[in-house]
Nanobody, 125 residues
């Protein structure tokens, strides 16, 4: 199995940027499709963006297209989420996730096996 830990969350003004990281330990991260989900207070956890095992393919929800970029460095067992032009509605706890045998188009939470504890992103207007 793999253990995931997120970092890089914080408070940012609307229009600002943050870069989240997800460090994987245990098994090699390249064995897994990886993704980012988020959960705002009172809402269900939702898919944000995902990346294939090699990093060649990505998928994202429409609301973050053109603003968020996912990447991974398998040599470092780390995945990143660059978030630009942040909006108040992006505020949430962001979770790193990993799955086996998934398509990058896998927005269903229950399909993902491994989860990090989350990192808080706050966006002030």
């Amino acid at each position: 199995q793999v253990q995931l830990v997120e970092s890089g969350g914080g408070l940012v003004q609307a229009g600002g940027s943050l870069r989240l990281s997800c460090a994987a330990s245990g098994r090699t991260a390249s064995n897994y499709v990886m993704g980012w989900f988020r959960q705002a207070p009172g809402k269900e956890r939702e898919f944000v963006v995902s990346i294939s095992r090699t990093g060649d393919n990505t998928d994202s929800q429409d609301s973050v297209k053109g603003r968020f970029t996912i990447s991974r460095d398998n040599a470092k067992n780390t995945m990143y989420l660059q978030m630009n032009s942040l909006k108040p509605e992006d505020a949430a706890v962001y979770y790193c996730a990993a799955g086996i045998g998934l398509s990058i188009k896998s927005p269903t939470v229950s399909n993902w096996i491994y989860w990090g504890p989350g990192t808080q992103v706050l966006v002030s207007s």
